[in-house]
């Protein structure tokens, strides 16, 4: 018997997550190993479903292909899998579990089982090729997922008052701080046309549950040299959240 255990964090709210990775329709273009998904059936009382999965051609132009069932359980975020048509193997469990933790989800793929005596390769080398190919197809679901959280811009208004150059240091100090900060993809400085006193600070986040994480720990308080040249806009307001709905010449159109 052997075993693998592999997991990443994807920030990105469960439901999201859950939603996406339990789509086995959809996962020709979550995964890149798989050419086609084909449900052959689902049940209605346990939520289980049966598929085949058949992969891209290998190097020598073979195409594998096998059945599944997979029965997952959204009260505990759970999925209990097996290969139906096992090929190789004499067995092939897979558990994944996702929960929640700071900074997003993680979820994590445990799977069991014991290669057959006349199999191209023993439960060592299927190891081994299973830890190496699970990181690459985790890492390939994390950013395919996170890209389709929907990114928030918070919007912070200041005045320089004739200070214009302090602050922009003040800035770049302030941004090397926070450089690494989980879900922050970026900010900038931005001075008004009209009034050159009258500047804005926008930063970027991954989504609104980051950007909230983040502003509920002592991080935040990076950014108190800024508070000095607060200010409001037209509506008295300090600050504004934007949720990114379309996006049109930028590469996450």
Known sequence: MARTDNAIVIAAPMDLVWDITNDVAGWPSLFSEYATAEILSNDPESGGIRFRLTMHPDEQGRVWSWVSERTPDPVTRTVQARRIETGPFEYMNIRWTYREVDGGVEMRWEQDFHMRPDAPADDDAMTEHLNRNTAVQLRLIKDKVERAVPRVRILLWHGA?????????????????????PGLVGNELLRSVANPDNYLIMSEWTSL??????????????????????????????YEMYEV????GSPDA
């Not at 502003?215 to 300090?238: C, E, F, G, I, K």
């Open 245 to 248: 709905v379309d996006a049109y």
């Open 209 to 238: 549950a980051a950007f909230r994480a983040w502003d509920a720990t002592p991080a935040h308080l990076l950014t108190a040299p800024l508070r000095a040249y607060r200010a409001v806009n037209a509506r008295t307001q300090s």
């Open 161 to 181: 008052r004739g200070e214009g150059e302090k602050l922009a240091k003040l800035y770049r100090k302030v941004s090397d701080a926070l450089a690494g900060a």
